[in-house]
């Protein structure tokens, strides 16, 4: 299933696709506008618009409400096309763990 989900998302939009993109690409496959989303999800257009624009970054709570209004899993928007990439932040605090962590 999460694979077909997957390959259909994939058609919709392009790989590596960003969250307000991939958020979009749902909501025009849905032939909704955003004056429609914001009568679904009580978030307003304007601020609709300026996280289809990736100007403000996708939360979790975000990602819930438009996982619910438009019928798929959160983790489409968190995580586009199924990919996580992690930032030089995320690999230094791998780095300073792994200098802590026991292993063995």
């Given at each position: 299933m999460a694979n077909k989900m997957l390959d259909v998302l994939n058609e919709l939009v392009p790989e590596g696709a960003t969250p307000g993109e991939m958020l979009r690409a749902l909501r025009k496959r849905d032939g909704l506008t955003l004056e429609e989303m914001e009568k679904i999800t009580g978030i307003r257009d304007n601020n609709l618009s300026v996280i289809e624009n990736d100007r403000i970054e996708m939360s979790q709570h975000y990602a819930e409400v438009f996982a619910s209004a438009l019928n798929v899993h959160p983790m489409i928007f968190l995580y586009p096309n199924g990919k996580f990439e992690k930032s030089s932040e995320l690999l230094k605090i791998e780095k300073?763990?792994?200098?802590?962590?026991?292993?063995g």
């Open positions: 300073r763990a792994a200098k802590f962590r026991k292993l």
